[in-house]
């Protein structure tokens, strides 16, 4: 019973830090679309866009893999500092070899991008790059002990000093290239002090020049299955961002990242629920001959309940996108509204996913996965290719949306098949009442601003009718109980 409660705390405690880390990201990149203009904002989005892309290579799987290992090797101390010493050996090698591309290529990509200023915040990004995927894999460290207070400390503090330092440029007004190098130095600086708690702990140092092939060979080739999913992931969502910038100017380049960056904010439900089902569906997978009754009633209720709040969500944005991005961004960022409204709806694809890949890897089939991927993957390069140099943005949300959303039907269809689903009448009766429901509810929030003439910049006017907004949605949904407490409770069960 202790041991399960320390499982509750540790899942609280790192579910926190994750929401943190995200949400100081977003109030940072908010903060500084208000103090910069969009064509010199768009250099600290698009540098997080290289960060992402070069860290995948420096981190090359390893931070998954040591806490894979660590955690598999926690009670035997002599094994757990010759793991992290092995493992920083590489990282560190992955990283400056990634850190260094990133420093000496700055400069190619100004030219190629005409951005002034881009190569210098590039090099800084380089910096940050190298000391922040070392102190990552610390942190991965941390997690693979299950010290997961000293995980949650180190990452809490480097996020609220990231954010302390755009707080102060209010004041202090410097360009963005400097913001991003007292980033590097405050992570030189954790970096520092992280070092010095590895070596009294586990003796970092002393180990770090005794090699051990076969331990190295067990790491590598675990990490570079590791690896390969997350490029194609990366490849599929951000990497058309990099073509797009060769055709659109950087005004325009910051409209997509903060579009884009709505579209990351509002994943969120869709990964808590995610957290919530992939356990219990791996479980009922590798059970299937006793569990078999339950993989049709927890395939249903992802529909049924996640489609349940995704839907009020992606209409609610649709109509609304216009007024967030001015409230939030400002006027000059109105822009952006028109190509969130483009891209909402990929939110329902992206829950329906749920059933598709995760089941899949639950089965055991994690090549099937790749391939999946892998198809997916060229295929949004290939359309970014086609679309983007006649589309611009619009052909860069659709390079995204397509593929993704063939690669997440074709994965529900095989789980479907393969374990012989069927997705029943009544979920599909509860999706339709879910797009009914909310397209009613914009309609009777249409009839109230043109009756009292409401002026929807006003910020206390946009939250009542918000408000209203999702009254409305549940009150036909409750009155039809298409959703029941009975049935929650039963859901609630299913992943107790």
């Not at 990509?109 to 200023?117: A, D, L, S, V």
Request: charged share 10%; hydrophobic share 55%; glycine share 2%.
């Amino acid at each position: 019973m202790k041991s399960k409660g320390k499982a509750v705390n540790n899942l609280i405690l790192t579910s926190i830090t994750e929401l943190y880390g995200f949400s100081s990201n977003i109030l940072i990149i908010i903060l500084l679309s208000q103090m910069f203009p969009p064509n010199i904002f768009v250099l600290y989005p698009f540098s997080t866009a290289f960060l992402l892309f070069f860290l995948i290579f420096a981190n090359f799987g390893l931070n998954t893999t040591i806490i894979q290992k660590l955690s598999a090797s926690k009670e035997k101390k002599l094994i757990v500092n010759k793991l992290i010493s092995e493992g920083f050996k590489w990282e560190l090698l992955f990283t400056m070899i990634a850190s260094l591309t990133l420093f000496f290529t700055a400069e190619t990509f100004e030219i190629i991008y005409g951005m002034p200023n881009l190569s210098l915040v590039l090099k800084f990004t380089s910096l940050y790059l190298f000391f922040f995927n070392l102190i990552h894999y610390f942190e991965s460290s941390f997690q693979g002990l299950w010290n997961f207070k000293l995980y949650s400390l180190s990452s809490i503090i480097l996020n609220s000093i990231k954010l302390i330092i755009v707080l102060l440029n209010s004041i202090t007004k410097f360009p963005i290239y400097i913001i991003i190098a007292l980033f590097s130095l405050t992570a030189l600086i954790h970096f520092f002090f992280i070092i010095v708690l590895m070596q009294i702990k586990y003796k970092l140092i002393s180990n770090l020049f005794k090699f051990d092939l076969e331990l190295a060979k067990d790491l590598l080739v675990f990490t570079f299955y590791v690896f390969l999913p997350v490029l194609l992931m990366y490849l599929i969502s951000n990497f058309n961002q990099f073509i797009l910038a060769f055709y659109i100017p950087p005004t325009d380049l910051a409209y997509y990242f903060i579009a884009f960056m709505f579209i990351q904010v509002l994943y969120i439900p869709i990964f808590i629920f995610i957290r919530l089902v992939i356990p219990y569906a791996s479980h009922y997978m590798q059970k299937k001959e006793e569990k078999m009754k339950y993989i049709p009633i927890l395939y249903n209720s992802i529909f049924k309940y996640g489609l349940l709040i995704v839907i009020p969500i992606s209409f609610y944005i649709f109509y609304f996108s216009d007024h967030l991005v001015i409230l939030i961004f400002g006027v000059e960022y109105y822009q952006a509204s028109i190509y969130l409204k483009v891209y909402i709806f990929y939110l329902i694809f992206k829950m329906i996913s749920v059933a598709g890949e995760p089941f899949i890897l639950a089965s055991g089939k994690p090549k099937l996965v790749f391939k999946i991927n892998s198809l997916a993957a060229f295929f949004t390069i290939i359309m970014s290719f086609l679309l983007i140099p006649h589309y611009f943005i619009y052909g860069a949300i659709i390079s995204i949306i397509v593929p993704h959303s063939i690669a997440i039907l074709f994965s529900i269809y095989l789980v479907k098949k393969e374990n012989q689903i069927k997705i029943e009448s009544k979920t599909i009766k509860s999706i339709l009442i879910y797009v009914l429901s909310s397209i009613c509810s914009l309609l009777f929030l249409l009839l109230i601003i043109a009756l009292f003439k409401l002026d929807l910049s006003i910020l206390i006017f946009l939250i009542i009718l918000s408000g209203i907004y999702y009254l409305m949605y549940f009150f036909p949904i409750i009155l039809s109980r298409t959703i029941t407490i009975t049935e929650i409770k039963e859901f609630i069960d299913l992943v107790k």
